[in-house]
């Protein structure tokens, strides 16, 4: 079973002094579903100091060591800038992905993090939140939608996979690299859709 390193969202808890990080339980049932082990990776391993939120990668680059995942999932949740030490982490497992040709599906704001980080821009939406949306293009069928940003442009090396009847971009993937990226979450389906299952074992491999 191929281990999957999956990125989480930072959840604030001021009542307690917590920042917490968080993922959702189906989204692992998803990635155990299609066959792979999911491993959340922690956020504060790729900072040195809590309050000035400083890269460190050395310890995220011994934690993959460690691990080896096989693939990385960019998982949804939270928007670009709003946690420094999410961003950090994300964007030292795409690099690390980059390097090795490793596989990586971004979901929604894993989507946005993979297009920002290849030289892409965010722009907001309207009517993308708590919905439903036909896809047109290479990848078609029905599907979530729950993100109030989306892509203001199809960044360098990547081509469109699909996008909405509005024209807003929903589905990406590098020409070169093993990378795609989803702006729905295949894991809040009721139904689980085997269009998403049948692209994830082809992207990761069985």
């Not at 281990?3 to 808890?13: D, F, H, K, P």
């Not at 993922?23 to 100091?49: E, F, K, M």
């Amino acid at each position: 079973m191929k281990v999957v390193a999956v990125s989480q969202r930072v959840e604030i808890l001021p009542d307690r002094g917590e920042r917490r990080d968080a993922l959702d339980q189906r989204l692992c049932a998803w990635l155990v579903t299609a066959g792979y082990l999911p491993v959340p990776v922690p956020n504060i391993l790729s900072i040195h100091s809590t309050a000035h939120h400083e890269n460190n990668w050395a310890r995220l680059q011994a934690w993959l060591t460690f691990v080896r995942p096989e693939a990385v999932v960019l998982s949804g949740g939270n928007d670009l800038g709003e946690c420094p030490e999410r961003d950090s982490t994300e964007e030292h497992l795409l690099g690390w992905a980059r390097d090795r040709l490793n596989p990586v599906l971004g979901i929604c704001r894993g989507m946005q993090m993979m297009a920002v980080w290849s030289g892409g821009q965010l722009k907001p939406v309207d009517r993308h939140v708590n919905t439903r949306h036909a896809l047109i293009g290479k990848i078609t069928g029905e599907t979530n939608s729950f993100h109030k940003f989306g892509l203001a442009d199809c960044p360098q090396d990547f081509e469109v996979l699909a996008t909405t009847e509005d024209g807003n971009l929903e589905a990406i993937r590098h020409s070169i690299l093993p990378w795609e990226g989803w702006m729905w979450h295949p894991e809040r389906e009721a139904k689980l859709a085997d269009r998403d299952l049948k692209r994830l074992r082809a992207l990761f491999g069985e």
